[in-house]
């Protein structure tokens, strides 16, 4: 089992930067990815970010060169970074974390960009 916990969420105005945690625990050996979804619906969740064990990062054409997605080396973190914040930004944002074809996911942080 694995157990997702994000945080970092928050309210910010339009043009703000929020940086997201997802720290995975329990059994973390042989994660193979970890992925930073967006909630656009009731019903649908969008990925907006993915990186894999090996370092492979992407991040979706929307955010694209505001949102960074890393990984501290030291801990089993992983970062989403935001910059220049709108508030189509806003919603629940979710880690989902992947080891031996299972999704674990967190309970989600959200994200609030308004003036």
């Known amino acids: 089992q694995v157990q997702v916990v994000e945080s970092g969420g928050g309210k910010v105005q339009p043009g703000g930067s929020l940086t997201l945690s997802c720290i995975a625990s329990g059994d973390i050996s042989a994660i193979s990815a970890t992925d930073w979804y967006r909630q656009v619906s009731p019903t649908k969740r969008e990925r907006i970010a993915h990186?894999?064990?090996?370092?492979?990062?992407d991040v979706v054409d929307s955010v694209k060169g505001r949102f960074t997605i890393s990984r501290d080396p030291t801990k089993p973190t992983v970062y989403l970074q935001m910059y220049d914040l709108t508030p189509e930004d806003t919603g629940v944002y979710y880690c989902?974390?992947?080891?031996?074809?299972?999704?674990?996911w967190g309970q989600g942080t959200r994200v609030t960009v308004s003036s």
């Open positions: 990186l894999t064990n090996l370092g492979t990062a």
């Open positions: 989902k974390v992947v080891r031996h074809g299972f999704d674990y």
